[in-house]
């Protein structure tokens, strides 16, 4: 049920109509995720901002975090666009399930990421000793550390919004897990 509609570029501010152009002369079309932050003056700009900020992780870091956030968060419209995302930095489908699970198996590293960014998010900003101790020995540092939660809470946010707005997800469905995070 669609609580929030999607606007398009002649309902929005023309502060936004410009970010709307940006968009799609980048992206090819809007995400009704990026739409929907345009009912506000500033959120869009702001989030974008946000996202786009210069940071100490790797890209394919960055969608690990992603994909974790979105699905303890239970986010379809997310954990679709990372999907998509997650392909385009190199990770294969079995390896998004596997990130998605909080383990990544895979990769000794991105594992340990994974698995903080499920333990924290899960309980609610407070990491177990367990987790924080294996993601510095998986050679993350206290900068990181500040990178992946800037990333959190980005990743919260837009959960957040399509969880309150139940908009249509434009992005290609994400496979299910057969179980749950949390």
Do not use: W
Not at 13 to 38: C, H, M, R, W
Not at 98 to 104: L, Q, S, V, W, Y
Not at 119 to 144: C, H, M, Q, W
């Amino acid at each position: 049920m669609e609580t929030i509609n999607v606007p398009n570029r002649e309902e929005v501010s023309e502060n936004n109509q410009a970010i709307f152009d940006n968009l799609n002369s980048k992206l090819g079309f809007v995400p009704n995720l990026y739409a929907t932050f345009a009912h506000s003056e500033t959120a869009l700009g702001d989030y974008l901002t946000f996202q786009n900020r210069k940071s100490s992780l790797k890209a394919k870091e960055r969608e690990v975090i992603n994909l974790v956030v979105s699905q303890v968060n239970e986010c379809d419209y997310c954990l679709a666009a990372h999907t998509a995302l997650g392909k385009m930095n190199g990770f294969s489908d079995e390896e998004i399930l596997d990130i998605r699970t909080g383990e990544a198996n895979f990769d000794t590293k991105i594992g340990a990421l994974a698995n903080f960014v499920k333990d924290i998010t899960i309980n609610r900003s407070k990491p177990s000793e367990d987790a924080v101790a294996r993601l510095f020995e998986a050679g993350y540092t206290k900068e990181n550390l500040i990178d992946i939660n800037m990333v959190i809470g980005d990743k919260i946010v837009s959960n957040f919004i399509h969880g309150s707005g139940q908009f249509a997800v434009d992005f290609p469905a994400a496979a299910k897990l057969e179980s749950t995070l949390a």
